[in-house]
């Protein structure tokens, strides 16, 4: 159980821990390069934890050395049939994009997981995969983990994405490193792109032209990536003390891939003072320090376009829409509905357990600025950011808020009540 009081502001200097998206991509795509290569800044999480522990199965050789992974690649063709299920854990991420590469193998595998994984839509993944050519089963016939995949001798399609999905994409993206002829896929909104830039970075033929990205079968060549800290982590901490007056928070080393930063776009409208500084380019991405100076905040309204750039931090945002002026009103954010678990369910009944006044929508919410938070239980879900998320509602409530079901956190962010406490002043 995690207790969170009532904080003045946060102030520090913090690093987060490693990109989630980042590091499943680095340690698949390394798998299944050419030669040796190290990972630095690794998410020791427990979703990532799911990836080395499925690609370990398949016979690849990982060493960890603290948060430095050293992953022997075996190649494109180099997997070896794994003997039982691949446990995919509560990682969607780890089940969709390793489907991608299943589908290009000529050995039959089964993809599980945790019983939330085992109720997400898998017909996404499977529907395309199937169209490339490979065996994709599901459970009872429905398209839902357990999956069964039979892949090899796949040939490019062109797809379009029906529903805005970086891990969609990649899937496809991955099995189209497998394919003969070309793979594309077109999206209608940009979702993160660490797949394309990392296939790039290690060699892949691949082009990226405005919605459409294009990638033919390529042989990767393995080498050394540097994981930047998540800024779906960060967030947590950047939004609460953009929200509390006084706050100077410092978070160094940061993710800043534009396809990730919806999150400060929308702070900023709401009237937050963050600067980045620092910025440089790794392995093709961006990173850089979050300078976070506190302040009273409006109520702003997000629509789907920005959705997918900022999908995994609207429950922060809506804990610190309830501290601003005026009201937030989230739409075409349905997608949220299938995440971890139900997050605008969930979110609607946690934080109205709060006091919150806040309205569900089919596809998004409704919150009532400057309301006071008061304390008490409230569930994650088994939901590593919502529990994050109610964590900062802590913050700002008038008595403790005491989150049950909260190791879930360790699934994106191991230390985090930990490091909240240090800043918390
Ligand atoms: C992710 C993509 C997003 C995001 C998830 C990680 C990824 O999911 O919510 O936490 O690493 O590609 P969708 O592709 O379902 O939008």
Redesign the pocket.
């Known amino acids: 159980m995690l207790e969170v009081r009532r904080a003045h502001k946060l102030e520090g200097r913090v690093c987060v821990p490693g990109d989630?998206?980042i590091s499943?991509r680095a340690v698949m795509l390394l798998a299944i390069s050419q030669g040796q290569a190290t990972i630095n800044g690794f998410l020791p999480g427990e979703d990532c934890l799911s990836t080395i522990r499925c690609f370990r199965q398949m016979g690849v050789e990982i060493e960890e050395r603290g948060s430095q992974l050293v992953v022997h690649g075996r190649g494109l063709y180099g997997l070896q049939e794994p003997r039982l299920p691949l446990d995919c854990g509560n990682s969607?991420?780890t089940m969709?994009?390793m489907s991608g590469i299943l589908a290009g193998q000529d050995f039959p595998s089964t993809v599980t997981g945790d019983q939330s994984i085992r109720a997400r839509p898998m017909d996404r993944i499977a529907i395309p995969l199937r169209k490339m050519g490979a065996h994709v089963e599901g459970r009872d016939g429905l398209d839902l983990a357990p999956l069964e995949i039979q892949g090899g001798n796949l040939h490019g399609i062109d797809y379009t994405l029906p529903v805005?999905?970086?891990?969609?994409k990649?899937a496809i993206l991955l099995a189209g490193l497998y394919a003969e002829g070309e793979t594309s896929v077109e999206e209608k909104l940009p979702?993160?792109n660490?797949t394309e830039l990392m296939l790039e970075f290690l060699g892949a033929q691949i082009q990226s032209e405005e919605s459409r990205v294009r990638i033919a079968h390529s042989s990767l060549e393995a080498r050394d990536i540097q994981i930047p800290g998540d800024i779906?982590s960060a967030a947590f901490l950047v939004a609460a003390a953009a929200a509390l007056p006084g706050s100077h928070l410092v978070v160094e080393n940061v993710g800043l891939n534009p396809t990730r930063t919806g999150i400060l776009d929308v702070l900023h409208r709401m009237g937050a003072r963050i600067e980045c500084e620092n910025l440089t380019n790794q392995n093709g991405e961006l990173f850089g320090d979050l300078i976070v100076r506190g302040g009273e905040l409006k109520g702003t309204s997000i629509t789907s376009d920005l959705v997918?750039r900022l999908?995994?931090e609207i429950p922060i945002l809506a804990v610190v829409a309830s501290r601003a002026h005026g009201v937030t009103t989230i739409t075409g954010a349905e997608?949220l509905r299938v995440?971890e678990s139900n997050r605008i369910r969930a979110l609607f009944t946690e934080l109205s357990k709060l006091g919150v006044p806040v309205h569900e929508l089919s596809d998004g919410l409704v919150v009532e600025g400057k309301s006071e938070i008061l304390g008490g239980e409230v569930t994650s879900y088994g939901d590593h950011r919502m529990a994050m998320a109610l964590a900062i509602a802590g913050l700002f409530a008038r008595e403790p808020v005491r989150i049950s079901d909260s190791q879930c956190v360790n699934v994106s962010f191991p230390g985090f009540g930990r490091l909240l406490s240090t800043i918390t002043k």
């Open positions: 989630k998206s499943h969607g991420t969709r994009l805005p999905s970086a891990q969609v990649s979702a993160r660490h779906s997918p999908v995994d997608e995440k």
